[in-house]
């Protein structure tokens, strides 16, 4: 009997223990299989225009590329001779490529992102990049290191490579056989031969058209309305603001609505499935808006309408490549008269059953990246629940007309869905699956799209380039498929060879500072700049200090300048605020501190005449030295000559023109501030010396 009590003692405490341990919320990471899925959201590729052309590991041939096709490393990218393309990398970072670029996706590891281009033109347009992330680019002559926001571009000939950094960025770059240097903000390198290329640097050269349209493009970009209702980590947020409608609605808070969608659609049923290297079968919907509905959030249908309602707002969202539960059964072999697969959206708050990732991972009901209610069976439940895969039975949308798609299950995977549904399943006898789809890629299941497309030449294809990791395991082709006629499908892939390794260089907080590299010769010199726009006086709102009819107004505050303004460019630094004049010495009027007036003999003394120094807080001379020598103002002769040999050198392969100011009446009117202020100057001191009756 005492054996017996002791066993069943023994027996409740296993079992209280196993509830402890199982009872951890379901909604985060408790597991290793759990965690390992978080913080893995591959590149989006969020634009295209003009011949663009995707090819996978596995793939037969490149293909046309697919707007939302999530991309993985061994995934490789070509535009035509007018083709432009975007690739989303973070939520405020962008990768832009166009005319004739080749760029492959290496790796992607939560803090490090390596990129490598063969041929072409690449910027990245880095706004946020979080602190401890890398980005790598790799080329054929060198790899850069980037571990700070800004803004980089490559360009890559068949004999040279370009790298510049602006906007505060600054990169480490690796030549093949050389040592590491550092590129600083608004620097430009050129790397020439190989296979130990020769380095030069030179100032960064004038913004062109296409710089100029990433950076309005990036502003449109993160200017987005419908980031107040979605998590900052969310890709392709601008895309609901132009395709939809946000609402709010009982039960389900923001919900986004989308437009002019045909009659009898429902989520998941315009688009295509693809195999995924790490994720498997991952969903690539068609509409221009397809990537955060399907990837995040969960699906509603409320009032007749479908609706995307993303949930709470949580730090860290978690990427899952579809949020859909599916089907087999009798149901679906009886609809379409052969074995088939089926899906539905998920509903609010229904767990997802994932297919990938570890085997503690797989076939786990899981509220990863959710932060809204648990809901099983229509029913909430309680977030410390262990749910079992087994007692799903219910998924809500399924009451709802064609919200279940289903396929041949030879057609999963292989062509478009749209082209294949059908839509008379009777969801009552479904049955949910609880494995992972016995569904076996072809050659056709590694490409989003299908039809011609454009290649590269093989000479871009067979090019290496220079890296300090080698290529992820995941870019390997995998082995060729049977096909269901019995002869094996050929998988050829661009014969790209391995890439040179050099060494990692040391993080920047600490490693030292590597060498620059020296100035390259070049006899075109960088044209001053011109100076930054400035608030006149002219336009201050009257009774705020305004000067009136050429003078200050009583008491008027002195306005300070504003950072940035010409007070503080060439090194000054913050500008010292002007001390308020003197009770005995009359105040000055800005009008001569900005354009002094031309004076025949010895200055008169007081604050009045003094004439402001170049560089200090007062405004600085406007225009070229033979303008301000034609003013009366400060300059530099033609006969003087400066020391030594530019600095400033731009590239002798690129050649920059500034713009020619306009002349005459086009000229901008804060460039003709200051001569108006002049000529109204001279014409109070001609009014002074008349005297009140103007004689």
Do not use: C
Not at 325 to 339: C, E, W
Not at 633 to 645: D, H, M, T
Not at 657 to 664: A, D, E, I, S, V
């Amino acid at each position: 009997m005492l054996n017996g009590e002791r066993i069943v003692r023994l027996t409740s405490l296993v079992l209280a223990v196993a509830l402890t341990l199982g009872a951890a919320p379901a909604g985060t990471p408790s597991s290793e299989g759990e965690a390992g899925a978080i913080g893995r959201t591959p590149p989006r590729l969020s634009y295209t225009d003009g011949e663009v052309s995707f090819w996978r590991p596995g793939a037969q041939d490149w293909a046309p590329a697919q707007v939302n096709t999530p991309l993985a490393p061994g995934d490789e990218l070509y535009t035509g001779n007018r083709g432009n393309l975007e690739l989303q990398v973070a939520p405020r970072a962008f990768v832009r490529a166009w005319g004739d670029t080749q760029l492959g996706l290496v790796n992607q590891e939560p803090d490090f992102l390596q990129i490598k281009v063969t041929r072409g033109h690449l910027s990245l347009d880095l706004r946020g990049l979080d602190p401890g992330r890398t980005v790598e680019l790799d080329t054929p002559h060198a790899a850069f290191t980037i571990e700070r926001s800004g803004y980089y571009r490559v360009d890559v000939t068949q004999n040279a490579t370009s790298f510049i950094t602006r906007r505060a960025g600054q990169a480490t770059m690796t030549p093949a056989g050389g040592q590491a240097v550092v590129i600083t903000s608004s620097e430009e390198v050129v790397l020439e031969g190989t296979p130990a290329p020769n380095v030069r640097s030179y100032v960064a050269p004038e913004l062109d058209a296409w710089d100029r349209w990433n950076y309005a493009r990036t502003d449109d970009l993160l200017d987005s309305l419908s980031a107040r209702y979605v998590s900052s980590g969310v890709y392709g947020v601008d895309d609901l603001d132009h395709y939809g409608d946000w609402r709010v609605v009982p039960d389900y808070g923001a919900v986004w609505v989308p437009q002019a969608v045909p009659a009898g659609w429902a989520p998941y049923s315009t688009g295509r499935w693809v195999s995924d290297p790490y994720y498997g079968w991952t969903w690539v919907d068609t509409a221009p808006w397809g990537w955060a509905p399907y990837h995040h959030g969960r699906w509603v249908f409320v009032n007749g309408f479908w609706a995307w309602a993303p949930g709470p707002v949580i730090v860290r969202p978690v990427y899952a490549p579809a949020l859909v539960a599916f089907f087999g059964g009798p149901s679906v072999r009886v609809a379409i008269g052969v074995p088939g697969v089926s899906w539905v959206a998920l509903g609010w708050g229904e767990p997802l059953v994932p297919w990938w990732g570890r085997s503690q991972f797989i076939g786990r009901p899981s509220w990863v990246g959710w932060g809204g209610p648990h809901v099983v069976n229509d029913v909430v439940v309680n977030r410390a629940t262990v749910v079992n895969v087994t007692n799903i039975t219910v998924y809500k949308n399924t009451s709802v007309q064609n919200a279940v798609v289903a396929v041949r299950e030879e057609h999963f995977g292989r062509r478009a869905v749209n082209d294949t549904r059908i839509a008379r399943v009777d969801a009552r006898r479904l049955e949910p699956a609880r494995a992972p789809l016995r569904v076996t890629p072809d050659a056709s299941s590694y490409v989003a799209a299908s039809g011609h497309a454009v290649r590269p030449a093989e000479n871009t294809i067979s090019r290496s380039v220079v890296a300090t990791r080698p290529p992820s395991r995941h870019a390997v082709a995998p082995r060729a498929e049977t096909s269901r006629g019995g002869a094996p499908q050929a998988t050829p892939s661009p014969v790209a060879p391995a890439p040179r390794i050099v060494p990692t260089p040391k993080p920047a907080a600490t490693a030292p500072m590597p060498a620059r590299p020296p100035f390259g010769p070049s006899p075109t010199e960088r044209q001053q700049p011109p100076l930054p726009r400035r608030f006149e006086p002219s336009q201050q709102p009257e009774g705020r200090g305004t000067p009136q009819n050429g003078g200050p107004r009583t008491g008027a505050a002195p306005v300070a300048p504003r950072e940035g303004s010409a007070g503080q460019r060439e090194g000054v630094g913050n500008a010292r605020p002007t001390p308020p004049p003197s009770s005995a010495q009359p105040a000055p009027r800005p009008e001569a501190q900005a354009a002094p007036a031309p004076q025949s003999g010895p200055p008169r003394s007081g604050p009045a005449t003094a004439a402001p120094r170049e560089g200090a807080g007062g405004a600085r001379p406007v225009g070229p030295p033979s303008v301000r020598q034609q003013r009366g103002e400060p300059g530099r002769g033609p006969q003087q000559s400066l020391p030594g040999e530019p600095a400033n050198r731009i590239s002798p392969a690129r050649a920059e023109t500034r713009p020619q100011q306009p002349q005459g009446p086009q000229q901008p009117q804060r460039q003709q501030q200051p001569e108006r202020q002049q000529d109204r100057q001279q014409s109070e001191r001609q009014q002074d010396r008349r005297g009140p009756g103007g004689r």
